[in-house]
């Protein structure tokens, strides 16, 4: 019945023959300078049909040599030498040793061997408290990796899903050395990489598991907007279908398609009024159970799977069906599209066993609901490699604790290297745990510097993340939280279109700095660098701190505006925030745009952006911005020789506002003279500037160093210590010395260690 309506997207999985050698029973391709396939075959077939993982392998051929004789073959390109003994593939006949200084003994794969990689991702945080074990990914410091593929299932030319032949092996073996963003865009080559998702994902996302009734759900998102909380997606649990009115012998109602009417009366409309107030909408799905015949849908299904709706037997679920899998979408799913749905939240937990062994359910749920999404993305698990063209990952249920919270960074990053770059985590944890504002801050921080940032908690009712539910300071926290990260979706976007050209959101620190030992510190794009606080704040400063580790040069944060100089080899260093932030560092030259105002949509090119600068080194940036298929992009240039600002013009005028308001701070330093803007108070602003015009911009700054009085001063004051020996510590820091010796003295005053260290930090800091 195979009619094509589910083949991948942009599939070549046929290897060009010069990049190919085979014999009987062997075959090896040549994919990449650094990615080979080694194939074993007992009987004499190969597989050129597109796995889950390999999708193209129809890439140009690298430049390689070949040695052979009767005994031995060798192939060595500019990043690997193969050697292989003809016979049999084994651990002794068989390596891949990757060429360059990686490691002394280490940099040699054999075959059958699981080399140490950093990791990769996992299927699922459910019910975790803290790290759970990771899956492979294609980063290792030994400088190579492996990805055995010989279980997955195929894809057959005409789209539909074919089983492999029991018994031949599959194996890609990447060699990329520490250059990790090549190992991951080597995977990007052969499997596919993520899709450009749609801007509006990038905005803050509304999930609970709570029976809303529309009208309590509308009501619920004018308070958000009464209270200046910005949400662009709208996420409704399972308690939109039918559940507690499910006849009992049914079921307990966990999979549905079926609007609970007491609830939603009117669907179309409720969607609508989202719609009108800018807010995308997904719902969620169970799909294990099938369709019941108390399903309003049940009748048209029976009748296209050929069931007697008479019977009173629902349909069982079988999406490795074909027909199955047309009648799922076209009846179950395709109506409540039309009324307004945008997405669907896939939340598959049923495991990894089908009608067909080796199918794994959630793969083929992923794949064909984003082949058949009307937005390009859908919301569901990992399902294992080349998962990252199906996104928005969902992680699970996460448990309220600062473990889990301490654990998420590592997770966030290290799935960057299995190229899964588009997590969406339970912000604020999902079940069980203790209340702990603190905590519930801490996570939301972190929720604006990752992948999507969706607050979530279940139905106890004493399990809020309303902003209105906490005291005042966590209140005002969140609600700078929320509001920020709608206005760094321009730096999100413009991260976006480069994440689906190899280069994930966030990363770990080694992908590009010798940091192996800040699991909690990422890059956040190209520019930033974020150390969140995943610990309980201290009881004599009432901050919360960080270890981080900074690159050499300087980097200033963008919320307290303290630059810190890092010098050759990088440096340690003890951070200390108090619940209004946690540290986000853009690095010297680097240009950060921001929405000027934070209650834009997210789906909108904003009229006024904000333009952050942390001067000492030459930076620029593209800033990225579409319309439908449509794609501009605008130079943000500063040169620190001449101290010049230069803006624009647009590639495509006809994408943005076709006149754009500017606002330029710079970061850890004074304007004291400007040209091409007006200076207001350190700010630099150009009001209806032509979007097909280019801005130049001339600064002077001020030569004097900062006073740090002030900011010490206040930590003393804040801090739950006895008040003599404060007066002490203050003595010290009013006088002349330098900053060393006012450090030396503090120790000899015996304050304790975290009240020094937040002073230390002030005093080394510019």
Do not use: C
């Amino acid at each position: 019945m195979t009619s094509g309506r589910f083949a991948l997207r942009q599939s070549s999985p046929l290897t060009r023959p010069e990049s190919v050698l085979s014999g009987e029973h062997w075959r090896i391709s040549v994919l990449l300078d650094g990615l080979v396939r080694l194939e074993w075959s007992e009987d004499g077939g190969f597989e050129d049909r597109a796995s889950t993982f390999a999708v193209r392998r129809d890439l140009d051929t690298p430049r390689f040599r070949v040695l052979e004789s009767d005994e031995q073959l060798e192939i060595l390109t500019d990043r690997l030498h193969l050697t292989w003994d003809r016979r049999p593939f084994s651990a002794a006949g068989l390596s891949v040793r990757v060429l360059g200084a990686i490691s002394a003994h280490r940099a040699t794969w054999r075959w059958g061997t699981r080399p140490r990689t950093l990791g990769g991702t996992a299927r699922t945080l459910d019910e975790a408290d803290g790290a759970v074990p990771l899956e492979d990914g294609v980063a290792s410091r030994d400088g190579i990796a492996v990805i055995d593929d010989s279980e997955s299932f195929l894809f057959t030319e005409a789209g539909w899903i074919d089983r492999r032949v029991p018994g031949r092996r599959d194996v890609y073996v990447f060699a990329y050395g520490h250059d990790y963003a090549d190992a991951v865009r080597a995977l990007y080559a052969v499997s596919g990489p993520p899709p450009v998702l749609p801007r509006w994902a990038l905005g803050n996302w509304w999930s609970r598991y709570h029976a809303y009734s529309a009208d309590e759900y509308l009501e619920l998102m004018d308070r958000f907007e009464a209270e200046r909380v910005p949400f662009s997606v709208a996420v409704l649990d399972m308690d939109w279908h039918r559940v507690k009115s499910v006849p009992p012998e049914y079921g307990r109602g966990w999979t549905g398609y079926s609007w609970e009417p007491t609830l939603f009366p009117d669907p179309p409309a409720f969607l609508a009024e989202l719609h009108r107030r800018g807010l995308r909408t997904t719902l969620n799905l169970h799909p294990h159970e099938g369709v019941q015949p108390f399903e309003d849908a049940f009748p048209a299904m029976a009748a296209a799977l050929g069931v007697d709706p008479s019977a009173d037997v629902g349909v069982p679920f079988d999406i490795t069906n074909e027909r199955f899998a047309e009648a799922y979408f076209d009846v179950l799913h395709r109506p409540l599209e039309k009324q307004g749905v945008d997405f669907w939240w896939i939340d598959w937990q049923q495991g990894q066993l089908s009608n067909i062994p080796g199918v794994d359910p959630l793969w083929m749920l992923n794949h064909l609901h984003f082949v058949d999404s009307p937005t390009g993305m859908i919301f569901s698990r990992y399902a294992g490699p080349g998962s990252q063209r199906y996104p928005v990952g969902f992680s699970g249920d996460s448990i309220i604790s600062w473990e889990s919270l301490r654990f998420q960074p590592h997770f966030t990053a290290t799935a960057s290297n299995i190229g899964y770059g588009w997590w969406s985590h339970d912000v604020g944890g999902h079940i069980f745990g203790a209340r702990d504002d603190m905590l519930t801050v801490r996570w939301l921080q972190l929720g604006v510097f990752s992948p999507i940032n969706r607050l979530h908690s279940s139905s106890n009712p004493f399990l809020q993340k309303e902003p209105w539910a906490y005291p005042r300071q966590a209140r005002d926290a969140f609600g700078e939280a929320l509001r920020f990260r709608h206005r760094l979706v321009p730096y999100l976007h413009t991260m976006n279109h480069r994440a689906a050209h190899g280069e994930p959101l966030v990363r770990p620190m080694y992908w590009e700095h010798p940091a192996y030992d800040v699991p909690t510190q990422f890059l956040f794009g190209d520019s930033l660098i974020v150390a969140p606080i995943t610990d309980p704040s201290d009881d004599v400063t009432l901050m919360g701190s960080t270890d981080a580790w900074l690159p050499e040069g300087a980097w200033a944060d963008i919320f307290t505006g303290t630059v810190y100089h890092a010098g050759p080899g990088g440096q340690r260093i003890r951070l200390h925030r108090d619940e209004r932030s946690i540290p986000a560092l853009l690095r010297a030259g680097a240009v950060l745009p921001l929405a000027a105002d934070a209650s834009v949509r997210p789906d909108t090119n904003p009229p006024a952006l904000e333009l952050l600068l942390l001067p000492g080194a030459d930076g620029t940036r593209s800033l990225v911005e579409d319309s439908e298929d449509r794609i501009s992009r605008s130079p943000l240039v500063w040169n620190e020789a001449d101290q010049t600002l230069t803006i624009g013009p647009a590639s495509d005028p006809s994408v943005v506002p076709a006149h754009r308001d500017w606002t330029i701070r710079f970061l850890g330093a004074e304007v004291t003279e400007a040209t091409g803007a007006t200076l207001t108070d350190g700010l630099l602003t150009i009001t209806g500037a032509p979007a097909d015009g280019e801005l130049r911009l001339s600064v002077r700054f001020a030569t004097a160093r900062p006073d740090k009085r002030p900011h010490l001063f206040d930590l003393l004051a804040r801090a739950q210590w006895d008040h003599a020996r404060k007066l002490d510590a203050w003595h010290v820091l009013r006088t002349d010395a330098d900053s060393l010796r006012k450090v030396a003295a503090l120790q000899s005053l015996g304050l304790p260690e975290s009240l020094l260290s937040a002073l230390t930090e002030i005093l080394v800091s510019d």
